[in-house]
């Protein structure tokens, strides 16, 4: 056979027809997922001005120093190929006002992305995200709300040994002390550290603690850990959110090592990791974290922002290893869970997951607090039912139901009421 005389670039590949399916089935169970949290979608260029990625993400990461795609246009303009999605949202909220919108802006996207990896396992040059955003919410519940999300999407796409891995890496309040105590540290053991930690130690030392390099790992294994160094209100913060996490029953690990490869986080971050049946890293399939700062970053006021992001390909990888299923999507939410207060909150993230185990769509507002406001949302959603969950029905166990045709409401043992909404809905029986 004759040699074929072009191929796709290194690290870049064709998505073929046999994979359309997997590719459709990601989207689908993305986009049902962003539905039920309300999350709206939303596409931003594939170019952008180089500069939104240096000053967001950092001049010294390896996604910016060594991994973009620059090159000067025609026009003069030093633009490239975005490495990733957070930054442009952000400057799409900006750019377009967004702050005068209703609080948090919740986004969602998928989509090509560009970086000049070495090729290896699970790494292209060209490969796709999904991803959630919530911006203008400083609210712990938003953390485990995107970390719950990202976690749906993976389960209902049939991962079956996930596990979450949070830290806090504090803020510009308590980081700059902790960079402090983990330079010494390092410096006093640098001759361990490979080349390129070595320069780290000047410029970024939380850097350290990402390096994939055996030598590096072992340094890092008795380092000082910013969750002894957090300020009060990131501790405080940091603490609000395992909270959420252990009411969801959520399986999370804490691992105190844990930085990202990005300057903007601040606070949470998190990676969901899959394991093989040994309990071998199969490689991270979603990250992502909390970031405050990245507003001020790019030009803006203070803005609180939460997000993450998952490589497909990386899912699709396993999906077809493990001969997972590209099965079928979910509908539109039929109830509406309102909540009122820290306790009704909780327990209603939980009732929520419960919901969403028995396959009945319900949409929420975690972040709203008056009822007010979140039953304009269920009307303008057209759910017909609404659960409320407020002080005293969380501390007594029951909810009430109102039946937003007619207005009639009524309450439901906590435990029963599952069951009976998926009855009524089945019915179709009004109040
Ligand atoms: P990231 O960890 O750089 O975070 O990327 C998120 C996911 O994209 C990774 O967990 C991985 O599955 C996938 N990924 C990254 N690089 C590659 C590659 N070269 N080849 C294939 N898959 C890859 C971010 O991008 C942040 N924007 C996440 C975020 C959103 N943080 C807050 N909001």
Known sequence: ??????????????????????????????????NSYTFDKIETPILEFAEIF????????????????????????????????????????LEHGMHNMPQPVKLWYIGPFFRYER??????????????????????????????????????LGFKNLTIEVNSIGDSECRPYFKKILTSYFKSRRSSLC??????????????????????????????????HLCEKCHAHFKEVLEFLDELELP?????????????????????????????????LAGGGRYDNLSKVLGGRTVAGCGSAAGIERIISLMKTREMKTGKPVEEPKIFLAQLGQLAKRKSMKLFEEFRAAKIPVAESFSKDSLKTQLRTANKQNIKWVLIFGQKEALEDFITLRDMDTGVQKEIKLDKVVEEMKERIIKNKSL
Do not use: W
């Open 1 to 34: 056979m004759s040699k074929i005389k072009y191929q796709t670039l290194t690290g870049m590949h064709d998505v073929l027809v046999e994979e359309q399916v997997y590719f459709k089935r990601v989207q689908k169970v993305v986009e049902s997922v962003a």
């Open 195 to 228: 080349g390129d930690c070595q320069r780290r130690l000047k410029e970024n030392p939380l850097r350290i603690l990402d390096c994939k390099e055996e030598k590096c790992q072992r340094v890092k294994a008795g380092a000082p850990q910013i969750i002894d």
């Open 119 to 156: 090729p290896q396992a699970g790494r292209f040059r060209q490969f796709h995200q999904f991803g959630f955003e919530a911006i203008g919410e400083a609210n712990p519940s938003i953390d485990s709300q995107i970390i719950q999300m990202s976690y749906d999407v993976l389960k209902e």
């Open 252 to 284: 999370y690990t804490l691992n105190p090592y844990l930085v990202r490869g990005l300057d903007y986080y601040t606070k949470t971050v998190f990676e969901i990791v899959e394991t093989s049946e040994d309990g071998k890293s199969l490689g991270s």
């Open 54 to 93: 240096q000053k967001a993400v950092g001049d010294d990461t390896d996604i910016v120093g060594k991994e973009m795609y620059t090159f000067r246009t025609k026009g003069g303009d030093m633009v490239c190929l975005r490495p990733e999605g957070t930054a442009p949202v952000m400057r799409s909220y």
